[in-house]
């Protein structure tokens, strides 16, 4: 079920991961694009909230709404990965560049390039619908968090394209797929779980399945 790529998909990939290029940010998008990242942050982040509000059950609720949320968008995503078949612009694109990982190197694709891959991973992106996923939530759980937790999936999206490891699209229908999963699971089952249980015990509402 692979799909052509658009032209205004190509052209706007090859502005970012081939034009738009500079030595800082191939520095930072390997790094904003590791998942451990998202360890590094989250922790420390927890653990000072909570020992600065003493709310331990709210936000161990909050996160394990969270993980709910990441995870059932993550097994959808790859679900639609599995079907689409999409292969990566890393495999398909000539004289694209792309991170080696366990090199720590960039790479670049050389310009008589020919796709042999016939089935990839590519549509759409997990690290951009996990991350909107998790950032949703977050902020539909906490409120006050909305000034400033878009950056993360935004930074994480545009770092996956200049990896050469998805296409625009893939990442904006990511963000799309994983504010969806998130938003919903919240309107119909998990904001009134997180009423019941995440409250001080005065002002929960009695849970009624």
Not at 22 to 37: E, F, H, T, W
Not at 59 to 69: D, M, Q, R, T, V
Not at 89 to 97: F, I, R, T
Request: proline letters at 6%; glycine letters at 6%; one cysteine or more.
């Amino acid at each position: 079920m692979a799909f052509p790529t658009p032209e205004w998909d190509l052209a706007l990939f090859k502005l970012i991961n081939m034009q738009w290029r500079n030595g800082v940010l191939d520095v930072l998008m390997p790094i904003v694009s590791d998942r451990k990242l998202i360890w590094l942050i989250a922790t420390p982040l927890f653990l000072m909230i909570g020992k600065k509000s003493k709310k331990w059950r709210q936000l161990l609720l909050g996160f394990a709404f969270i993980g709910i949320a990441v995870g059932i968008n993550d097994i959808g995503t790859n679900i639609v990965k599995d079907i689409a078949g999409r292969v990566r612009p890393k495999d398909a694109v000539a004289q694209s560049y792309h991170y080696d990982y366990k090199k720590s190197e960039w790479l670049q694709r050389p310009a008589n390039f020919i796709q042999t891959d016939t089935h990839g991973s590519s549509f759409f992106s997990g690290h951009a619908s996990n991350s909107t996923a998790a950032v949703v939530m977050a902020m539909l759980i906490w409120p006050k968090l909305r000034s400033f937790l878009w950056i993360l999936p935004l930074l994480i999206g545009y770092s996956r394209i200049y990896l050469a490891k998805h296409y625009p699209l893939d990442v904006i229908t990511g963000w799309c797929f994983g504010l969806c999963v998130s938003y919903l699971l919240w309107k119909l089952i998990l904001k009134r779980l997180y009423e019941t249980w995440g409250a001080p015990k005065e002002y929960r509402i009695p849970y009624r399945p």
